[in-house]
Every structure is written in C-alpha cells, then in structure tokens.
C-alpha cells in the first residue's frame, strides 16, 4: 500500500529540495485519513494552510505530493523518484486572501517554472 503524502513547502523550500533532489520530512507533512478524493483534498487544503503559516501569511502556498511506502518520520528524506505532484498558488497572495482559494497542479517536470 502506498501513501500520498502533502509536504508543505515555501517558494524557498522547493527551490532547496529541487536542488537537493530530496526533501526532508518536517512534523508538518500530512497524510489522508483514506484515499477517497474528499479526504486527499482535505490534507491538500491542510498542508496548503501549514504552508501560508510557513511563509508568514503572504506570498505564495506550496505543496509537495509524494507517494510512499509508509508514512514518513521526521527526518526521513523524500528523494525526486518518490514525488508525483506540486500544487501551488498561481501568483502571491496577500494577507486577505481566501483560504479555501484552489491551488494550480504543475508535474514535478514544471518547477523550474514555479520558481
């Protein structure tokens, strides 16, 4: 059984793990109560807050989808191969922006463009 997992990111923190060709697991990386399309989109919209947080209320929401094995510790390191998906805002967001505001889906092969 494999495990989607949601790792929020800032703008940042992609650009890191892009160059590093893995992204570390923090306590923030959440995961799907089941793999119904209602509960993957509650752990996106999940992260996607975490991710806002992150980058102190502004800018723009990042998240990292990657399908694992098993649910990540802290500390386990996430490499390249495992990650399917980036979901992000398509533009920065101010401090008023709605929360429930969709994020754009772009391939892993599209980061470079993101950043």
Do not use: C, N
């Not at 992204?23 to 793999?35: F, H, I, Q, Y």
């Not at 390191?77 to 399917?84: A, D, G, L, N, S």
């Amino acid at each position: 059984m494999t495990h989607r997992v949601y790792v929020p990111l800032t703008l940042g923190g992609l650009a890191a793990a892009d160059a590093d060709g893995e992204v570390v697991a923090t306590d923030d990386v959440v995961v799907a109560a089941d793999d119904s399309e209602d509960e993957e989109y509650a752990a996106l919209m999940t992260a996607a807050d975490l991710s806002a947080h992150a980058g102190g209320g502004s800018g723009r929401r990042v998240v990292l989808v990657a399908e694992l094995g098993r649910v990540p510790e802290p500390g386990d390191r996430i490499p390249r191969k495992r990650w399917v998906a980036v979901h992000a805002d398509a533009t920065d967001r101010g401090p008023d922006a709605d929360p429930d505001d969709d994020l754009g889906w772009f391939g892993v092969q599209e980061i470079a463009q993101l950043l």
